[in-house]
């Protein structure tokens, strides 16, 4: 079932020394082709040590999270929902 | 360097089916004594299929995050330092 506002957590890795202009101009790029999966990027978190990133975003399914992921330019297959949250 | 406003991110993992009451209660049980570590724990998110809990954190550092965790009884040795968010 495809609930049009369910909540993702996605995680990236390998974005070791990654800066935060360069961390804001990945997350532009997914801003600016969101709206054709009805997606929307919330916020992202990056450690620069770990190379991790996380995404918080809102769309239809983990599949749309993960198209524009990769038509961006950084794909991850390691999305979670969160239909639960406190 | 311990900066007493660091933002973290940690990551547990085997909660494959809890709920949202579970959920709650196991955040209670971080809020209860987090004042003990200068720590705050800010939100939780589970995806209850692949057993994943993210927690959004501040505080000293990423040990005192853990100590809190450990003596709440879910500890985790996955803790990220997030200086970096857009």
Redesign the interface.
């Known amino acids: 079932m495809e609930d049009p506002v369910a909540?993702f957590?996605d995680v990236h890795s390998g974005f070791v020394g990654?800066?935060?202009k360069q961390?804001?101009e990945a997350?532009g790029r997914d801003l600016a082709i969101e709206a054709d999966e009805g997606v929307h990027f919330e916020?992202?978190?990056?450690?620069?040590?770990?190379g991790?990133v996380?995404c918080?975003a809102t769309g239809p399914s983990k599949e749309a999270i993960m198209r524009i992921h990769e038509r961006a330019g950084h794909p991850t297959g390691e999305v979670?929902?969160?239909?639960?949250?406190?």
């Open positions: 909540k957590m990654v800066t935060a961390l804001e997350h916020r992202a978190w990056l450690d620069p040590e770990a991790k996380f918080l979670y929902e969160l239909p639960i949250e406190v």
